[in-house]
């Protein structure tokens, strides 16, 4: 079947926001096209670095006077409020467009329909919903934090064909191939932060950083969560402290502990314990999303992720898969939910899966 033409330019915009995710926090990562009343493309943008321009003031600049009576394809309803910058719908009526056609509506309060409303009063006929799915998953972490003040939380795990992500001696370098391993990549420089608890920061002496040829500058902030007796991080954290920012997510008693790592640049971040004595994740999200953090890729380890899905804190799982088969001594990748009837453990849906290599990687949203 062939796409109409409304399809195809706003999965072009949808392309479009994607290339830029990870980059454009505080604000939205939106991509725009505009296409002239003969049918040919005039403008395309995305949202800037940091959130400024937005995209539908650089696909306008781009287009210039062949806008008018053409069609702008939005994957998010343009903004209504005046900033920085006028807002968009007000940009986007000025010049004249016919149509324009949205993915989904912003629930910002600042627009939250007034700015299709602004277009509409224009006499700009706006049509929206086309692509509502892939334009919600583009501006997850956009729509959580409003809606919940909190980033978007997306779970990634590596496990053999039985569960596990370790051998009994603790063992996990390397569980899946090169093609996942890059993949795994590819997912942190989509996002604002990644996120790890301070016994695999130890353990593993990650970077947690982007190693993609050409994006290298795409390392997203570094986050290690604390509790009350962990150790503290140092190793490849503290060496790459130029490649992108560190934070420590820590109970307000281990402040004079950090002392020494904050000399170096990391920032320490106080959390209330909870009943563990670890940093309590509903503060943790709810202080990262106050700070514009839209999205987060949590890595490990066991403890953070079995915590994470016991709370029903995880918005996105992603679960790479290899041929393995470890056995039951080996470190499963999640540990007990407590949970006893079959109808508390259907969470999450697959959305979307495919092979990587000889590993396979599923993508898997929260059941509604």
């Known amino acids: 079947m062939i796409a109409s033409?409304?399809?195809?330019?706003?999965?072009?915009?949808?392309?479009?926001?994607?290339?830029?995710?990870?980059?454009?926090w505080p604000n939205p990562t939106v991509g725009c096209v505009i296409v002239a009343a003969d049918g040919r493309v005039v403008g395309r943008g995305v949202t800037g670095i940091g959130g400024r321009p937005h995209a539908e003031m650089q696909a306008l600049a781009e287009a210039g006077e062949r806008a008018a009576g053409g069609t702008a394809y939005v994957t998010l309803e343009p903004c209504a409020h005046d900033g920085a910058t006028p807002s968009c719908a007000l940009l986007l009526a000025e010049a004249a467009l016919a149509r324009v056609v949205i993915g989904t509506h912003d629930p910002d309060p600042r627009t939250n329909g007034s700015g299709a409303a602004l277009l509409t009063a224009a006499g700009v006929t706006v049509t929206s919903g086309l692509h509502e799915d892939e334009a919600k998953r583009l501006h997850a972490g956009h729509l959580r934090r409003v809606e919940s003040g909190r980033?978007?939380?997306?779970?990634?795990?590596?496990?053999?064909?039985?569960?596990?992500?370790?051998?009994?001696?603790?063992?996990?370098?390397?569980?899946?191939?090169?093609?996942?391993?890059?993949?795994?990549?590819?997912?942190?420089?989509?996002?604002?932060?990644?996120?790890?608890?301070?016994?695999?920061?130890?353990?593993?002496?990650?970077?947690?950083?982007?190693?993609?040829?050409?994006?290298?500058?795409?390392?997203?902030?570094?986050?290690?969560?604390?509790?009350?007796?962990?150790?503290?991080?140092?190793?490849?954290?503290?060496?790459?402290?130029?490649?992108?920012?560190?934070?420590?997510?820590?109970?307000?008693?281990?402040?004079?502990?950090?002392?020494?790592?904050?000399?170096?640049?990391?920032?320490?971040?106080?959390?209330?314990?909870?009943?563990?004595?670890?940093?309590?994740?509903?503060?943790?999200?709810?202080?990262?999303?106050?700070?514009?953090?839209?999205?987060?890729?949590?890595?490990?380890?066991?403890?953070?992720?079995?915590?994470?899905?016991?709370?029903r804190l995880v918005d996105t799982l992603v679960w790479y898969s290899t041929d393995a088969i470890v056995g039951s001594d080996g470190l499963a990748a999640v540990g007990g939910l407590a949970r006893t009837a079959l109808s508390e453990t259907r969470d999450f849906r697959t959305f979307r899966a495919r092979r990587l290599g000889p590993d396979h990687v599923r993508f898997l949203e929260r059941a509604a």
């Open 5 to 24: 033409p409304d399809s195809a330019h706003l999965r072009t915009a949808l392309a479009l926001g994607r290339q830029a995710l990870g980059t454009t």
């Open 151 to 311: 980033p978007h939380v997306t779970l990634k795990l590596a496990a053999s064909l039985d569960g596990r992500i370790a051998t009994s001696t603790g063992a996990s370098q390397w569980l899946t191939g090169q093609v996942a391993r890059r993949h795994g990549h590819l997912l942190r420089a989509r996002h604002d932060a990644i996120l790890v608890g301070a016994g695999t920061a130890v353990r593993d002496d990650p970077e947690l950083t982007c190693r993609l040829p050409g994006l290298g500058d795409r390392s997203p902030v570094r986050i290690v969560m604390i509790g009350a007796e962990t150790a503290l991080p140092v190793g490849r954290l503290l060496s790459t402290l130029g490649r992108s920012p560190v934070w420590l997510l820590a109970t307000p008693e281990r402040r004079l502990d950090t002392a020494d790592l904050q000399a170096t640049g990391m920032e320490v971040i106080d959390v209330a314990a909870d009943s563990s004595g670890r940093p309590s994740l509903e503060q943790a999200l709810g202080t990262l999303g106050a700070r514009g953090v839209t999205s987060v890729l949590v890595e490990g380890g066991q403890t953070v992720a079995t915590a994470l899905l016991r709370d």
